[in-house]
């Protein structure tokens, strides 16, 4: 009689650390510092990054894969926009298709930076402050800036290099591309192994002209801190894309293995088919109406091609955009309804 009781007890004490920890063998932690002691292997982590209005730790999901050597650290971020899902199932697919016995360094894996706004399907934090413009961050500031301040602080310090995974935002498409400061040899070279359609120029930071003293993006946070750091973007917003999970994936193992973590140089032997572009920009509505785009993801275009029709609510077309000047498609509007101001495409111009 005593044994179901005593049981039952145990299964009580045990059944709230069940609901977080078990599933995923993952430890709560406040820092990277346990990365330095464990073992070979993939170990599952919740890192705290502050805490909610019911006293709760705000716990972010980090895995970590060791390899059996030492090595470089790279690190992949996804979802600090939290509408931005593609880097998440590259994550996954990675650590299913990765012997941590034959890697040499550790990858840190992030799959949602944003733990907020994810759940909730939102781009950005809780404040409707976008985290990837308010880098470093402020210890003491407001709730986006002691959050980003944890990121710079806690985690990307741990990275030798860095992908920073995104996706277009809700209304548009990308093409799957990667910014880079290309006058930078090595984040040239990580955005070419990702084998994307398009290279684009970018030296990330965002406001200013680059100056240190403003909020910029994490990529430039990174790349000032010496981390070569390169963002790319991987499709739709809100959605797993088979084809980019695939894509991303590969393009993660040729940076692996170009960064001698992994596999055995044959990075050396890819075919660069990337378009290479100086520059890019969105082209805006002069009005409100129904947009129609018609053109594709990665077409070339050349000065002059219609690019944009604007229809009012009786039909009547109000408006036809041009394009200023010969480039490439690298993202674009899918949503018909705008206001002044609405986005068109997204123009990069090539060298
Ligand atoms: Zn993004």
Redesign the pocket.
Known sequence: MKAPKYFICILLSVVPFLTIGQKNNAVIIKNLDVIQTSTPGVSNFWLEMGVNTYGYPMLMPVIVIKGSSSGSTLGLTAG??GN?LNGIPIIHELLENIDFKKLKGTIIAIPGLNVFSIQVDE?RFIDEEDL?RNFPGKKNGNRSQQYVSKINELILPSFDFMI?M????FGRINTMYARADLKNDTLKLLAKLQQPDIILNSIGASTANGAVSSPRTMRAEAVLKGIPCI?V?YGNPQVFQKELTERGLKGIMNTLNALEMYGNNKHKELVDKATYCKKSYWIYMNEGGFLEVPVELNQRIQKGDKIGIVKDAFGNILNEYLAPEDGIVIGKSTNPSNMSGGRIIHLGIMY
């Open positions: 600090i926009h931005e781009r990837n920073d995104h996706t277009a935002s963002t973007e």
